[in-house]
């Protein structure tokens, strides 16, 4: 099946700084990716959907100059977290549509990535 | 509109015993519907799919689901329950089968489910 690889799995940093977290799909194109945040104890909420060669499509609520999403190929998207603040600890997830033609009718989750600003 | 209900944010049963997980969902659109289990500072692992075909799905891990139209259900049954089940479990729903925007979903709060000895 599809693979979606998510780097890093866990990161803690200082608050002010800023943290990247990468999202590669690796034996498929895909034009499209969402990126989730799941609060403790809480469901998934999607945040954005990043879109290669275009602007991320934000949620409403969601500020587009802290989480920075960039669809740089059709492999690789990316979320930085700028500015972190011990609010923003969370765990951060993507995950990309089906690749077309395969059939495949569920989205491909990367492993998620366990942020903690301190 | 999608959103899914999972009633029961904590759910406790005995190894052995029956476990069943509720969702309920509510699309303006025939719905595809998931469910997928987290296991501690993990990623999401699909159980299983509901894609219009069968109405009765079964997943991964003994787990199945049954697709409730008149009821707007999509229940998680499992007929014995294993220590290894513990676990969070989302059920999620997706409006759309094609475009850029499959394979987004709407999850439920969870359900956590604790497996006693």
């Known amino acids: 099946g599809a693979v979606v690889s998510q780097h890093p799995s866990r990161v803690i940093c200082k608050s002010g700084t800023s943290v990247k977290i990468e999202c590669r799909s690796l034996d498929f194109q895909a034009t499209t990716m969402f990126w989730y945040r799941q609060f403790p104890k809480q469901s998934l909420m999607l945040m954005a959907t990043?879109?290669?060669?275009?602007?991320?499509?934000?949620e409403q609520g969601v500020e587009k100059d802290k989480f920075l999403i960039n669809h740089a190929s059709l492999t690789l998207s990316t979320l930085t977290v700028t500015s972190a603040h011990p609010e923003d600890s969370s765990f951060y997830i993507c995950?990309?549509?089906?690749?077309?033609?395969?059939?495949?009718?569920?989205?491909?989750f990367g492993q998620g990535t366990r942020l903690t600003v301190v | 509109a999608q959103s899914v209900t999972q009633l029961g944010s904590h759910v406790s049963v005995s190894e052995g015993a029956l476990v069943l997980l509720r969702c309920n969902y509510s699309s303006s659109v025939p719905p595809y519907l998931f469910w997928y289990v987290q296991y501690p500072n993990q990623g999401l692992q699909l159980l299983l799919k509901y894609t219009s075909a069968a109405t009765l799905v079964k997943g991964i891990n003994g787990f199945e689901a049954e697709f409730k139209k008149s009821e707007t259900s999509f229940h998680l049954t499992k007929p014995s329950a294993h220590m290894s089940d513990a676990a969070e479990y989302f059920c999620?729903?997706?409006?759309?089968?094609?475009?850029?925007?499959?394979?987004?979903?709407?999850f439920g709060r969870g359900t956590q489910l604790t497996v006693w000895p």
């Open positions: 990043s879109n290669e060669g275009s602007k991320a499509t934000y």
């Open positions: 999620a729903v997706s409006d759309s089968i094609r475009g850029s925007t499959l394979g987004r979903l709407y």
């Open positions: 995950s990309a549509p089906p690749p077309r033609g395969r059939g495949n009718t569920e989205a491909f």
